[in-house]
T-cell receptor, first 107, second 115 residues
Framework: DAKTTQPTSMDCAEGRAANLPCNHS???????VYWYRQIHSQGPQYIIH???NNETNEMASLIITEDRKSSTLILPHATLRDTAVYYC????????FGKGTMLLVSP | DAGVIQSPRHEVTEMGQEVTLRCKPI?????LFWYRQTMMRGLELLIY????????DSGMPEDRFSAKMPNASFSTLKIQPSEPRDSAVYFC?????????????FGPGTRLLVL
């Protein structure tokens, strides 16, 4: 079973920030938090990962709470092409995908 | 780099037939993963290899499934005999190492329909 909890679905207006939450209360000390997304009919795509510190790359920002029990993926300016299922995964090596959050970005 | 290459992209076969799915990982990557995705079960890890050696096949559903990696640039997932419940999208992924921070790169998938 996946070790994370995410909302089933979320909506976001185009151009606005999308904030996707994830709970991972059982995360262990050496486990990373990974975010992947899967656009319809495509393979999953890596977005970002982190251990303790907040991270930012060209796609998104990752905010991890100090106790590491939850995190938030931020897409600063969502576009229609960001509509996808977003997976939050914790682990060290293999990835165990849960059901993810279906993000719908609307005009 | 062309990314992870999978073939065929679509496969339709009849129950009882043998099905072979193929994967070419990204050059230089030493880990290769096979996943299966269905509506009911989501995305499941079937097996993964490191340096062409199978490391964990606990996700392989049953003996009808087998996977090989004869060299660093090629892997196959075989189903024999196939059954309708094997209908799914099968993804191959590769990564350069399984240490901290490395990510997996997924192929486009093979959509299998067993009639």
């Amino acid at each position: 079973d996946a070790k994370t909890t995410q909302p089933t679905s979320m909506d976001c207006a185009e151009g606005r920030a999308a904030n996707l939450p994830c709970n991972h209360s059982t995360i262990s000390g050496n486990e990373y938090v990974y975010w992947y997304r899967q656009i319809h009919s495509q393979g999953p795509q890596y977005i970002i990962h982190g251990l303790k510190n907040n991270e930012t790359n060209e796609m998104a920002s990752l905010i991890i709470t100090e106790d590491r029990k939850s995190s938030t993926l931020i897409l600063p300016h969502a576009t229609l092409r960001d509509t996808a299922v977003y997976y939050c995964i914790t682990g060290y090596s293999t990835l165990t995908f849960g059901k993810g959050t279906m993000l719908l970005v609307s005009p | 780099d062309a990314g992870v290459i999978q073939s065929p992209r679509h496969e339709v076969t009849e129950m009882g037939q043998e099905v072979t799915l193929r994967c070419k990982p990204i050059s230089g990557h030493d880990y290769l993963f096979w996943y299966r995705q269905t509506m009911m079960r989501g995305l499941e890890l079937l097996i993964y290899f490191n340096n062409n050696v199978p490391i964990d096949d606990s996700g392989m559903p049953e003996d009808r499934f087998s996977a090989k990696m004869p060299n660093a640039s090629f892997s196959t997932l075989k189903i024999q005999p196939s059954e309708p419940r094997d209908s799914a999208v099968y993804f191959c992924a590769s990564s350069s190492t399984q240490t901290i921070g490395e990510t997996q790169y997924f192929g486009p998938g093979t959509r299998l329909l067993v009639l």
